[in-house]
């Protein structure tokens, strides 16, 4: 059984830094693509970041140069370092794992899914 379990939420003040953490397990992590989405109340959700299997991240504009993704294979986690916070990152934080590819257009058609982390920055 696969699970994606995700940690590190929590809430901070502008300009905080927080590191989301998503820990798999049940499947072979490094052959999976991961994704960090979000979802803010009322609003869809919303591909943040991405890395391949073989490392190459790609961001939304919004978080470019605040937000970092990574992957250690060896502990079977992916993570998003994220600086600099704003309230308008306020949203439940979900962790994406897909064997083809995670894109904007692809996330009704995502693998797997974590149950998700709040992260509230406040102002």
């Known amino acids: 059984q696969v699970q994606l379990a995700e940690s590190g939420g929590g809430l901070v003040q502008a300009g905080d830094s927080l590191r989301l953490s998503c820990a798999a397990s049940?499947?072979?992590?490094?052959?999976?693509?991961m994704g960090w989405c979000r979802q803010a109340p009322g609003k869809q959700r919303e591909l943040v970041a991405t890395?391949?299997?073989?490392?190459?991240?790609k961001y939304v504009d919004s978080v470019k140069g605040r937000f970092t993704i990574s992957r250690d294979n060896a502990k079977n986690t992916v993570y998003l370092q994220m600086n600099s916070l704003k309230p308008e990152d306020t949203a439940v934080y979900y962790c994406?794992?897909?064997?083809w590819g995670i894109g904007p257009s692809r996330l009704g058609s995502v693998d797997y899914w974590g149950q998700g982390t709040q992260v509230t920055v406040s102002s």
């Open positions: 994406a794992a897909d064997s």
């Open positions: 049940g499947l072979t992590f490094g052959r999976y693509h």
């Open positions: 890395i391949t299997s073989g490392g190459m991240t």
